[in-house]
Nanobody, 122 residues
Framework: QVQLAESGGGLVQAGGSLRLSCVAS????????MRWYRQAPGREREWVAT????????MYTESVKGRFTISRRNAKNTLYLQMNSLKPEDTAVYYC???????????????WGQGTQVTVSP
């Protein structure tokens, strides 16, 4: 079984910063990609950023480019999201997701955390 646990959310004033973390635990052979999504009240879940473990660089949704930075620490199965210059419209529950293979001969599956609340006050 694989579990993802996010942390680092909270309440911050507009213009402030937060750093989210996500740690994967359990039986893990390989991780192919890591990503962040968010869901604001009354809205659908929105993709925020993706970072592949190998290959091309990180990708961001347009609204966070230049403000958010996604990074990873492969050896620790850990994903980060540094969020700077936060805006009230960034308020949402942030979810991490990873594409994980549990055994060498197994297939990759997507796993998700429970989410961490980020609230940005005006």
């Amino acid at each position: 079984q694989v579990q993802l646990a996010e942390s680092g959310g909270g309440l911050v004033q507009a213009g402030g910063s937060l750093r989210l973390s996500c740690v994967a635990s359990g039986v893990i052979d390989s991780i192919s990609a890591m990503r962040w999504y968010r869901q604001a009240p009354g809205r659908e879940r929105e993709w925020v950023a993706t970072i592949p473990v190998i290959g091309s660089g990180p990708m961001y949704t347009e609204s966070v480019k230049g403000r958010f930075t996604i990074s990873r620490r492969n050896a620790k199965n850990t994903l980060y999201l540094q969020m700077n210059s936060l805006k009230p419209e960034d308020t949402a529950v942030y979810y991490c997701g990873m594409t994980i293979r549990q055994t060498l001969l197994g297939s990759y599956s997507d796993y998700w955390g429970q989410g961490t609340q980020v609230t940005v006050s005006p």
